[in-house]
């Protein structure tokens, strides 16, 4: 199989998604219980919506206008930080996920493409069905390495 037909190969398929409906406090339990630090967003119908992580609630915890200023002289807010997080849980997910910053691949997407895409955008990247919008699976950069991997292995052989 060429590596520019491949990008199925690279996908993980058994994806752990949240639903936009979903409280912010039961995405990031189900995070948490899972061992993971971002899961896909998708509606009632599969269709993509966005990524949701922790790093983003971490990110709304902080107002948008110290982006960028040395915090250390921040001491004691803790507990401020905490309410903050305790008066987001009841929000939905779909709140605080941004459709129009979702990266996302599409399935026909080049292996060449989508390995350049990580390099930019990190990962996971959402791969989305070009006709319907329906997650189709992810891309890591650990799922490429080790396709990638298994690949020079057969060639050896």
Do not use: C
Request: aromatic share 6%; net charge negative; hydrophobic share 40%.
């Amino acid at each position: 199989m060429s590596p520019e037909k491949s990008l199925s190969k690279l996908a993980i398929t058994n994806v752990f998604t949240v639903s936009n409906d979903d409280t912010v406090e039961k995405a990031l339990k189900a995070l948490d219980s899972r061992g993971m630090r971002s899961a896909p967003v998708v509606d009632e119908d599969g269709v993509f919506y966005g990524m949701f992580s922790a790093h983003e609630v971490i990110k709304g915890l902080v107002p948008s206008y110290m982006d960028g200023m040395s915090l250390d002289f921040a001491q004691g807010f803790a507990p401020l930080l905490a309410d903050r997080l305790q008066r987001m849980f009841p929000s939905r997910v779909g709140d605080h996920v941004r459709p129009e910053n979702a990266v996302k691949i599409a399935t026909n997407t080049h292996t060449w493409e989508a390995l350049r895409m990580l390099t930019t955008h990190g990962s996971p990247l959402a791969i989305v069905d070009d006709r319907d919008g329906k997650l189709t699976g992810l891309i890591s950069e650990q799922s490429a390495i080790d396709v990638l991997l298994k690949m020079a292995e057969k060639k050896e052989k």
